[in-house]
């Protein structure tokens, strides 16, 4: 008799477990959801390098051909297609500017992330151009400094 009462305690969880057991899925939760929506912008935001790859190099080109800030002043002399037909989902304009004789910009305009931080902001690509060396760059833009791409 002892084993048949023993089997009928064994049978199943106790309310406390699975309270145990829910709030700890509870809590996973509110951490991993956040971190997975930062994630997707992010990744939505990356589209904005890929896109800017053609008038970074139209920059770095005008530059060793010692004609940027000289004639190259915007995105036809750079010999891209103007700022609004370079676009894409996430993606509004891309705009090649000259600053100086070792500088420009490229401004990435986004949209339709679906985040406030994001939408209708952007991404500048700034260039710093050295004489028997390259251009590097350097990221700014007044999209939220936790989803700017990398350089």
Do not use: R
């Amino acid at each position: 008799m002892n084993t048949l009462s023993m089997k009928k305690a064994q049978q199943g969880f106790t309310l406390i477990e699975l309270m145990i057991v829910v709030a700890i899925i509870g809590i996973l939760a509110a951490v991993a959801i956040p971190a997975y929506q930062d994630y997707t912008v992010k990744a939505k935001v990356s589209e904005a390098a890929s896109l800017s790859s053609t008038a970074k190099s139209a920059i770095a080109l005008a530059f060793n051909a010692g004609t940027l800030h000289t004639t190259e002043t915007d995105n036809a002399t750079f010999g891209l297609a103007a700022p609004a037909a370079i676009t894409s989902k996430y993606v509004t304009s891309v705009t090649a500017v000259s600053v100086s004789a070792t500088s420009g910009t490229v401004t990435v305009v986004l949209q339709g992330t679906g985040s406030a931080d994001v939408d209708t902001k952007n991404v500048v690509y700034t260039a710093t151009c050295v004489v028997g060396a390259q251009c590097s760059w350097a990221v700014t833009g007044t999209v939220a400094t936790k989803f700017l791409p990398k350089a």
